[in-house]
């Protein structure tokens, strides 16, 4: 672009299903400089609470996009949020503002009055940004240009939650706690599986209920339905190793917890393992399985002949409980989750309105 010459903006709005969707799917591609092994990953959206799909089109070439999603069910600090996701945008920080602003414009319009982000629609879909550079991405992890979140700290949001990723690279060490839990699980019954790929759509389903019951009442917690889980969990199955799926249930085959890993595709040299879930019923009586279940799974990684597990996503205020009872490692990578309140009638400065071609 000539220097001096104002770049002019249009919004397209759509939603899938549309003609124009996509175009909203293509602005990966557009925004990335080089076609990434990741960047499929990049259009997976929450269709339950999808509720605008906004591209940013600039001199007739996209430049950015971002999804707002209405979940009734997401509160924070026990008040309803919007969420904006799907975000990706070229470094401009005018392309960022107005693509932003134009989002704000639509949750004012729906009523709501504070918004989280990156979040694509439920805490089962992509959310946070990296906001760490230098380690290799790992198999599934989020990626982005670390600019984004210079973008959304200077439009004016700030921290709503930090999360760790922590390699942890001890699996040869065992817990004589879980030891000893296990020994008194066992004798009420448990038992451990691994999942069936060839009943693996059925499995899904198990895990969605299960999940959808016992996660009630943690941090950001919405239910999702099965289309959703179905359409997140089922695209991975060629890449599971069942022996890395485990499923804990009692003599009557009741599920009573699972953890889900995969192994590590992107790091060839070693054998790695990530944590993607770990869930345990909200029963006392079953308090500890959690850490059981880790034990479990690291007896598998050392009888498999892996050298880590990455435990993925861990919420900072978490952390430390987590690393008493049924995680360890090092710091591995840090992640971002913004939010900020949306102020009634919020509509673009007058400014940048002016960059907006009419029509």
């Given at each position: 672009?000539?220097?001096?010459?104002?770049?002019r903006?249009?919004?397209l709005s759509?939603?899938?299903?549309?003609?124009?969707?996509?175009?909203f799917?293509?602005?990966?591609?557009d925004?990335?400089?080089?076609?990434h092994?990741?960047?499929?990953?990049?259009?997976?959206?929450?269709?339950?609470?999808l509720?605008?799909?906004i591209?940013?089109?600039?001199?007739e070439?996209?430049?950015g996009?971002?999804a707002?999603?209405?979940?009734?069910?997401?509160?924070?600090?026990?008040?309803?949020?919007?969420?904006?996701?799907n975000?990706?945008?070229?470094?401009s920080?005018?392309a960022?503002?107005?693509l932003?602003g134009?989002?704000?414009?639509?949750?004012?319009?729906?009523?709501?009055h504070?918004?989280?982000?990156?979040f694509?629609?439920?805490?089962?879909?992509?959310?946070r940004?990296?906001?760490?550079?230098?380690?290799p991405?790992y198999?599934l992890?989020?990626?982005?240009?670390?600019?984004?979140?210079?973008?959304?700290?200077?439009?004016?949001?700030g921290?709503?939650a930090?999360?760790v990723?922590?390699?942890d690279q001890?699996?040869?060490?065992?817990?004589?706690?879980?030891?000893?839990?296990?020994?008194?699980?066992?004798?009420?019954?448990?038992?451990?599986?691994?999942?069936?790929?060839d009943?693996y759509?059925a499995?899904?389903r198990?895990?969605h209920?299960?999940?959808?019951?016992n996660?009630?009442?943690?941090w950001?917690?919405?239910?999702?339905?099965?289309?959703?889980w179905?359409?997140?969990?089922?695209?991975?199955?060629?890449?599971?190793?069942?022996?890395f799926?485990?499923?804990?249930?009692?003599?009557?085959?009741?599920t009573?917890?699972?953890?889900?890993?995969?192994?590590?595709?992107?790091?060839y040299?070693?054998?790695w393992?990530?944590?993607?879930?770990?869930?345990?019923?909200?029963?006392?009586?079953?308090a500890?399985?959690?850490?059981?279940?880790v034990?479990e799974?690291f007896?598998?990684?050392?009888?498999a002949?892996f050298d880590?597990?990455?435990?993925a996503?861990?919420r900072e205020?978490?952390?430390?409980?987590?690393?008493?009872?049924?995680?360890?490692?090092?710091?591995y990578?840090?992640?971002?989750l913004?939010g900020m309140?949306?102020?009634?009638?919020?509509?673009?400065?007058?400014?940048?309105?002016?960059?907006?071609?009419?029509?």
């Amino acid at each position: 672009m000539p220097r001096n010459q104002v770049m002019r903006y249009t919004f397209l709005s759509t939603l899938p299903g549309e003609t124009d969707f996509e175009r909203f799917e293509s602005v990966p591609r557009d925004v990335y400089p080089y076609y990434h092994r990741q960047v499929a990953q990049k259009n997976q959206y929450n269709p339950d609470y999808l509720h605008a799909a906004i591209v940013l089109v600039g001199d007739e070439q996209p430049v950015g996009r971002v999804a707002v999603y209405l979940n009734p069910y997401l509160e924070v600090e026990g008040k309803p949020a919007a969420a904006i996701g799907n975000y990706e945008c070229i470094d401009s920080d005018e392309a960022s503002r107005l693509l932003l602003g134009k989002a704000l414009e639509v949750i004012a319009e729906a009523g709501m009055h504070y918004v989280i982000g990156p979040f694509n629609g439920s805490v089962w879909d992509e959310y946070r940004f990296v906001s760490s550079p230098a380690a290799p991405n790992y198999f599934l992890e989020p990626f982005n240009p670390l600019y984004y979140n210079r973008q959304f700290k200077a439009f004016g949001f700030g921290e709503a939650a930090r999360f760790v990723s922590h390699l942890d690279q001890d699996v040869q060490s065992v817990d004589p706690k879980a030891e000893a839990q296990l020994a008194h699980f066992k004798a009420r019954g448990l038992r451990f599986r691994s999942v069936d790929l060839d009943r693996y759509e059925a499995e899904l389903r198990t895990m969605h209920a299960f999940c959808m019951e016992n996660f009630k009442g943690t941090w950001l917690f919405t239910p999702v339905s099965w289309e959703a889980w179905r359409a997140r969990y089922l695209p991975i199955k060629d890449y599971i190793d069942p022996r890395f799926v485990v499923i804990a249930e009692d003599e009557q085959g009741e599920t009573l917890g699972i953890i889900y890993c995969l192994r590590d595709y992107l790091h060839y040299q070693d054998y790695w393992l990530v944590s993607v879930l770990l869930a345990r019923k909200q029963d006392p009586a079953w308090a500890g399985l959690g850490r059981v279940l880790v034990h479990e799974m690291f007896a598998r990684v050392r009888e498999a002949g892996f050298d880590a597990i990455i435990h993925a996503f861990m919420r900072e205020e978490d952390l430390a409980r987590l690393k008493t009872t049924v995680m360890g490692g090092e710091h591995y990578r840090t992640y971002m989750l913004y939010g900020m309140p949306v102020p009634a009638g919020f509509r673009l400065a007058p400014e940048m309105q002016e960059l907006v071609a009419a029509g």
